[in-house]
């Protein structure tokens, strides 16, 4: 960038930055403003939340989401919200990942001063996610991470008593979402997606204020504020289905930057029959008491298939175990007849050298005589 161009917003700084959204050139103060501004407009325009609305901020300790926390508090401070922040964390037990990327969290709740609340997959449903990829395999972890993500986010706001879930899914995983819904044909899904607040009914409203903030956003503000991320991605992101649509949007954005924000608007815009919308009533799971439309809720679904799968692989390890108990019999028994037998041949061949001796002591007897 030339040094000479003016920022595009204030005509005063020298523009250093291009804005990911439309291309233009900005100075740092107005990029920051820019991103700050989005966020607010989202919180204000869809009334995201009111004064003494108590706020569960998922805080993975990722970008998108210490981003999110850095912003609200922020703004929280700059429009006098009144909202009552807390950050809730969902330890999966990912070895080597999650741990690590827990401990950002902790030194970002140092920094911010909020309350930090982490409920671990462990504790809550008996497993940890490494677990479930070893009983279940890696076919479908982001789906079952997902399950037990969602109940544990909603059992860690209730907690606290939160009003609000607060997540960091910004405009590209909303363009990414719409995609993939389309491509599976899957259309109450696809208008469920596009929602900034989804009310299911079933724990507290979850709010998405980057919904029209771009990925490449988070990651300059992020870089430029200096924030304290862990910048590493899950090790079963690979397994992820969105990793299609991803790559096509990325490549999208190279030349058309506005075809995220174009998902979008496209998506708000859709109508879907009402009558072909499934109505889902209520209701609680007859295992956990949690608010599910099924019999069971998804997790408890997951739980009792994880359970049989544990209970095979305790049978077959008990098998395999008493397998190599009957090789032991035998190896024992065919050790114990070789002893017996060398023994045997040992006693034979002293008694043939006895008999011998005294054949032979006879023999010089005889001819004594
Ligand atoms: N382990 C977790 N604990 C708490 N909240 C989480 C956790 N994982 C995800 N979230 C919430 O869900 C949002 C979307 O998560 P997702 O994994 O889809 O995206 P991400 O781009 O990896 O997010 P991030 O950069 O914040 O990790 C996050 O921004 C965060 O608010």
């Known amino acids: 960038m030339s040094k000479k161009m003016l920022c595009s917003k204030c005509k005063t700084e020298p523009a250093t930055l291009i804005l990911p959204r439309d291309q233009s ?3 740092k103060e107005c990029f920051f403003y820019i991103v700050e501004d989005s966020v607010h407009r989202a919180i204000v325009d869809h009334k995201l939340f009111t004064k003494g609305d108590i ?7 990722g970008k998108d989401s210490t981003t999110l926390i850095h912003i609200l508090h922020v703004l929280n401070e ?29 030194r970002n709740q140092k920094k911010y001063g909020w309350p930090l609340t982490i409920v671990s997959f462990k504790d809550l449903f008996g497993y940890s996610l490494d677990t479930i990829v070893s009983l279940l395999g890696h076919r479908k972890t982001c789906t079952h991470c997902g399950i037990f993500r969602r109940q544990a986010l909603d059992v ?120 072909k919308k ?15 439309s099924q019999k069971l809720c998804q997790a408890c ?21 008493d397998e190599d108990e009957d090789e032991n019999e035998e190896q024992k028994e065919k050790k114990e007849e070789n002893k017996k037998n060398k023994n045997e041949k040992k006693e034979e061949k002293q008694k043939n050298k006895n008999k011998e001796e005294t054949e032979k002591e006879l023999e010089i007897e005889k001819e004594k005589n």
């Not at 706020?55 to 300790?61: E, F, I, M, Y």
């Not at 969902?90 to 827990?102: F, N, P, Q, T």
């Not at 903030?213 to 397994?239: G, M, R, T, W």
């Not at 359970?307 to 395999?320: P, V």
């Open 55 to 61: 706020l569960a901020v998922g805080a993975s300790g």
């Open 156 to 275: 860690g706001a209730k907690k606290i008593s939160a009003t609000k879930i607060v997540l960091g899914h910004n405009a590209n995983d909303y363009a990414e979402t719409t995609l993939l819904n389309l491509i599976r044909g899957d259309l109450s899904r696809l208008k469920r997606g596009s929602t900034i607040i989804t009310d299911s009914g079933y724990g507290p409203a979850r709010i998405k204020p980057f919904k029209y903030v771009y990925q490449e956003e988070i990651v300059k503000y992020a870089f430029l504020k200096k924030l304290d991320y862990h910048s590493v991605e899950c090790p079963y992101a690979i397994n992820a289905q969105r990793g299609l649509p991803r790559v096509y949007l990325n490549q999208l954005d190279r030349v058309a930057s506005w075809s995220v924000l174009g998902f979008i608007k496209s998506n708000e815009q859709l109508q879907i029959n009402e009558k």
């Open 78 to 106: 700059k429009y006098d919200y009144g909202a009552d922040l807390h950050m809730v964390s969902i330890d999966e037990g990912i070895k080597g990942y999650r741990d690590e990327s827990l401990d950002a969290v902790r």
């Open 25 to 27: 050139k900005v100075c």
């Open 278 to 292: 499934k109505k889902l009533i209520a209701k609680k799971c007859i295992k956990c008491g949690f608010l599910t």
């Open 301 to 321: 679904v997951l739980r009792q298939t994880l359970e049989d799968s544990f209970s095979k692989l305790k049978i077959k390890i008990e098998e395999d175990e």
